[in-house]
């Protein structure tokens, strides 16, 4: 499957889903907290790469 095509898959499959309850929508945003994220991005910060830790010498 082409990027191209999961795309338009994925796209289908969301826009078939009904939509949320308030009840739903509410415990989505107490798990998934957005005001930090966006927070972040408007401050500029990016997130750091992981980095391979060093074995103690």
Known sequence: MTREERRI?????VD???PLSAED?????ALIPMGGRLAAERAGARPQPATARRAAA
Do not use: T, V
């Open 25 to 29: 929508a509410d415990l989505l945003r």
């Open 9 to 13: 898959y994925i796209s289908k499959i």
């Open 16 to 18: 078939a889903a009904p």
